[in-house]
């Protein structure tokens, strides 16, 4: 739990915030850091006291569980978010970075999993999209090229720089875009999960880059869920949990189980109210079922009156697998059994018929209307059931939706209130009374805690007890561990489309360490 | 406090209404009073009906986050198409002619659904665009290009009848068309179809995963926009006791100014009929009043222009302010 010392930072008089690019510095120097930072976002503390420094010329990895804060530590660096609390050093000076374009400045520069490319513009265009050189009026093109081939080939790319990015790989592409960073002179580059979307020979490439990059004095902050990479390429490793600095530590004095237990452990306590629960008959199979590209074939089962946790990391097919079931989206080939028997591939609407409810992780996007009142969003799948020769019965909607607001406890001035002006948690308990008003036998539970606060969950939680008590049968993805050993009486954990492994509350391998294992691609064992 | 935030709602609420009361109270006193005359309101009740009608048509599209741009154009072979009959089948009834006329528009109307939905044309402004042309050459077409005439009384009635004192009397046509606003607005607010419709508007894709079937819903209003254009036509034949072809040219953009000026939102799943109604009487009273001042018709159109930017415009500092009270209201959920 110990942060590592920090040398201390006596070269801070020497920096030139404004003229970052020149700073007199020696390699190996703090030329950022974060110091007890603090960031709320609306019912959760994303950062909580976090501390976290880059010192120039290093590969800083940064690692954490779905959710731990991560993204959050990234917006913090670029300037898309501003701390509640704690400082921004750089340089030695605390500097407020209230904007991307300030963070910019002082040299920081960031690679989103989602390139910021524009597929029909050249690799010039591309990489001099806000900062054109001019001649008198004109682009100046001749020198932009040239500068552009300049840095690619610093970066080890040989491209001819008036192609298409369209039409180069994704590796390539990110080429660019380490290319902008180095074009605005930053000297900390941040990459997020940046080989989740590499072939090998890509990341083998990006690798080299990180290596030049290195070599030049930019430090590197690299965001990876394969601890592989974090061994193959880090100086130093940083491990952060619940907006938690955990701890930070030399690569070369770091082990594998250590990482994981770092970014895990955490005591379940009471915040999970699981009860024992007696399992029933099969309420559906799955058989086969592949889906090209995301779903590579998976079968399983799941029984009435017991949960059953989907582990895995973000993009690991579970949500896919669960659409494909739900009708949500097609499937190419493979089995649905419906208490026995066979559905047809259908859409939603047939999956509601056949008693199946999907609570989406999206409930803004996909769950809720955000614009309308409590009232219609809590009966938004059984309009056809409420209706009385197509007109909808008020009274029954009144009578329903006090009950579901007591039931659930959502916390509104009325029915009528928009179900966006509610916080995340209470808009949570509206898509779940929802599903449950369809009085549904399986109900798919598709990250039902994000990003609600804890007494949200709790009660979340509660619900699904009660509905295995009530002999219905519950899927629930969920990408926090503790909350998949703690709700769970049975975990299948994917990765890649693939089934890994399965196992039960009360097995050997019912821990977070070997589902953390299974899920980064080793065996379940 | 709370007293402050229901008049402002109440205010928010009655925007469009207040906004056609100063307009109408600017225009007797620019005209000395003549506009509010009994026989100039009588002018504006026979002015409103047609752009009232495809409005509300238009509402049901807009509600779903879509746009009819061929509603002119089905009003155009709704009337043609009963036209033909009657010309080249020598059939004069209106039993018969009426119907022709809304089948025809319905029919129209779930083609740009059909377009829609089950060739997944990517957005309706496409579909109907290309429908917009279609159907109006259709009505040239089938037509010659001439205008039809000579329809009974019966079909006429319509547009011509009305009812009251020969000093003070009020169209049949206006009378319809509040009912149909009437029966529309029911249908919106009490039904599930129309659950659906706002709920297919605010989040087609929540809509979709709670089991709506979201092509039905697409395509019936579109039909619905198809079937108000039909309405809106035989008011016009009514009129002109003729079919035109090239009727109502511009009818579709007028029909969408009434739904935006009434406070329909682009985005899908807000407004209501009777800020339509107020838009659609809005537009016929700028219309009227400019006619009345001796305005040429090209100021008219800046006026009207005008009044959709400021329309829009107060819509946004109303959506703003609502987005304020919305971040205060989960900020207070949260302490509490």
């Known amino acids: ?525 | 406090m709370s007293s402050v935030n229901t008049l402002k709602r109440i205010i928010g609420k009655l925007g469009p209404l207040l906004a056609l009361v100063l307009l109408i109270i600017i225009l007797t006193i620019a005209t000395d009073g003549k506009f509010i005359s009994a026989s100039n309101i009588i002018n504006i009740f026979r002015q409103t009906p047609i752009i009232a009608l495809m409005g509300v048509g238009m509402l049901c599209v807009i509600l779903l986050g879509g746009i009819d741009l061929s509603a002119g154009s089905m009003l155009a072979i709704s009337i043609c198409v009963s036209g033909c009959v009657l010309k080249n089948l020598g059939i004069s009834s209106m039993f018969v002619l009426l119907p022709v006329c809304i089948l025809t528009g319905i029919a129209a109307g779930t083609v740009n659904g059909l377009l829609l939905t089950k060739l997944h044309l990517p957005h309706p402004f496409i579909a109907t665009l290309g429908t917009k042309n279609i159907y109006r050459g259709l009505a040239l077409l089938i037509t010659g290009a001439a205008a039809i005439s000579g329809f009974s009384a019966g079909v006429t009635w319509i547009g011509t009848a009305r009812v009251g004192s020969p000093q003070f009397n009020i169209p049949v046509s206006f009378i319809m068309t509040i009912l149909l606003y009437a029966i529309t607005h029911i249908f919106l607010t009490r039904t599930g179809l129309g659950r659906k419709i706002y709920s297919f508007g605010g989040n087609k894709e929540a809509a979709r995963l709670a089991g709506i079937n979201t092509d039905r819903v697409q395509i019936f209003c579109y039909a619905a926009s198809g079937f108000f254009c039909a309405m809106a036509g035989i008011v016009y034949v009514g009129r002109l006791n003729s079919a035109v072809p090239l009727a109502s040219l511009e009818g579709d953009l007028d029909a969408i100014a009434a739904c935006i000026i009434g406070g329909a939102s682009f985005l899908g799943g807000k407004g209501n009929v009777w800020g339509t109604l107020i838009g659609a009487i809005m537009i016929a009273v700028i219309r009227n009043g400019c006619d009345l001042m001796g305005v040429s018709s090209d100021l008219q159109q800046i006026v009207i222009g005008a009044v959709i930017v400021l329309a829009v415009f107060v819509d946004v500092l109303r959506s703003k302010a609502e987005a304020k009270a919305k971040r205060l209201a989960i900020g207070k959920t949260q302490d509490a």
């Open chain 1, 1 to 525: 739990m110990i942060a590592c010392t920090p040398e201390m930072n006596v070269l801070g008089v020497h920096a030139h915030p404004r003229n970052p690019g020149k700073a007199v510095q020696k390699l190996g120097d703090v030329i950022m850091e974060l110091r007890n930072v603090t960031k709320y976002f609306p019912g959760v503390v994303a950062l909580k006291n976090m501390s976290f420094q880059v010192r120039s010329g290093e590969v800083h990895g940064l690692i954490g569980e779905n959710g731990a804060g991560k993204s959050t530590l990234i917006k913090v660096f670029t300037g898309v978010n501003q701390p509640e609390k704690g400082e921004i050093i750089i340089d030695g000076r605390p500097m407020v970075l209230s904007n991307p374009n300030m963070a910019k400045k002082v040299g920081i520069g960031c690679i989103y999993q989602e390139l910021n490319i524009v597929p029909d513009m050249s690799i010039t265009d591309n990489l001099f999209i806000n900062q054109y050189e001019k001649k008198g009026i004109l682009l100046d093109y001749k020198s932009m090229r040239k500068k552009a081939a300049d840095i690619m080939k610093q970066l080890g790319q040989d491209h001819d720089v008036d192609m298409l990015c369209g039409k180069l790989g994704i590796g390539v592409q990110q080429m660019v875009e380490i290319g902008k960073s180095i074009l605005s002179e930053a000297r900390l580059i941040i990459m997020d999960e940046p080989t989740s979307s590499l072939s090998a020979k890509e990341v083998d490439q990006l690798m080299e880059t990180i290596k030049i990059l290195k070599k030049k004095g930019i430090a590197i902050v690299f965001i990876s869920h394969k601890l592989q990479e974090i061994f193959d390429i880090c100086d130093r490793v940083t491990v952060i949990r619940d907006g938690e600095h955990i701890s930070c530590t030399q690569v070369s004095e770091m082990t594998n189980d250590r990482l994981i237990r770092d970014m895990v452990g955490r005591a379940l306590k009471d915040l999970f109210p699981k009860e024992e629960t007696v399992r029933g008959e099969e309420a559906i199979r799955v058989e086969n079922l592949k889906s090209a590209g995301v779903i590579k074939d998976v079968s399983f089962a799941a029984y009435t009156g017991e949960v059953l946790g989907f582990a895995g990391l973000v993009g690991a097919g579970r949500t896919e697998v669960m659409r494909a079931i739900f009708g949500a989206d097609p499937f190419d080939s493979g089995s649905i059994f419906i208490r026995g028997e066979k559905m047809k591939a259908g859409r939603p609407r047939d999956a509601i018929k056949r008693k199946i409810a999907f609570m989406t992780e999206d409930r803004k996007g996909e769950g809720l209307v955000l614009d309308a009142s409590i009232k219609n969003n809590l009966f938004l799948a059984t309009i056809d059931k409420d209706c009385k020769y197509g007109f909808i019965q008020q009274k029954k909607y009144e009578r329903l939706g006090a009950e579901n607001i007591k039931t659930y406890d959502i916390k509104t001035p009325s029915l009528q209130t928009p179900v966006g002006s509610l916080s995340g948690g209470n808009q949570q308990k509206v898509v779940i009374a929802k599903w449950v008003n369809t009085d549904a036998d399986i109900y798919i539970f598709d990250e039902p805690t994000r990003g609600i606060d804890v007494g949200a969950k709790i009660e979340i939680y509660q619900v699904i007890n009660k509905l295995c008590r009530e002999g219905k049968c519950v899927i629930m993805i969920s990408s926090e561990l503790p909350e998949i050993l703690g709700m769970s009486d049975r975990v299948i954990v994917m990765r890649e489309g693939r089934i890994m492994g399965e196992t039960e509350r009360g097995d050997r391998n019912f821990n977070s360490e070997s589902i953390m294992k299974a899920a980064w691609g080793g065996k379940l064992s």
